[in-house]
């Protein structure tokens, strides 16, 4: 077997695990959802799924994991002279786009974190994190101090703004978020 359909088979397994993993913690709760539940589910042993994803919770963070990966790695590295605003916006964007053409992990993992209180809470603190080092850079673009409170309102408001977004992704409402978080920016006193 060559490297290039060994690796194309991981990639098979490994989505294959997310997928029947989200799918069950949806129906049946992250909590009452075993390791062996989900390789029966994903037609591999239980070992394979603690190869991939050593914890439960891992499994369950995974997607998120990737998704604040990329997050960061835009706000970090804004394309093109744009501002940390335009990188998160051009950032949601390009999510929406991959979610609407992907294999439709991401509505399991909606459906997952509706069905899940406690990883909907550590998703949003997950991203909260993401959004609290933008606000850092956010804060040095705009003059500020980084624990400045003006930049600790813009990371909060973005978090509670970009939770939403995810949990109802549209156009219309990556519009909305953006337009209350530049409102909200607007209003801040100067200095």
Do not use: C
């Not at 060994?6 to 949806?26: C, D, N, T």
């Not at 459906?111 to 406690?118: F, G, K, Q, V």
């Amino acid at each position: 077997m060559s490297e290039g359909a060994r690796e194309r088979g991981k990639a098979r397994r490994r989505q294959a695990i997310l997928r029947s993993a989200y799918q069950l913690f949806a129906e049946r709760g992250f909590e009452a959802t075993t390791i062996a539940d989900i390789a029966e589910a994903a037609e591999v042993a239980p070992r394979t799924v603690t190869l991939y994803f050593p914890s439960k919770l891992e499994l369950a963070t995974s997607y998120l994991d990737e998704m604040v990966d990329r997050l960061q790695a835009a706000l970090r590295a804004p394309k093109g002279g744009t501002t940390t605003l335009g990188a998160l916006e051009r950032w949601l964007r390009e999510e929406l786009r991959q979610s609407n053409s992907s294999d439709k992990l991401d509505a399991l993992w909606g459906r997952m974190l509706e069905t899940n209180p406690a990883l909907q809470a550590v998703a949003h603190a997950r991203l909260a994190e993401a959004i609290q080092e933008g606000a850092h850079i956010y804060a040095a673009e705009s003059g500020w101090a980084p624990d400045a409170f003006a930049a600790r309102m813009v990371a909060a408001s973005a978090a509670a703004a970009l939770n939403e977004v995810f949990m109802h992704p549209s156009e219309e409402n990556i519009a909305t978020a953006m337009a209350f978080i530049e409102a909200g920016i607007a209003a801040l006193p100067a200095g």
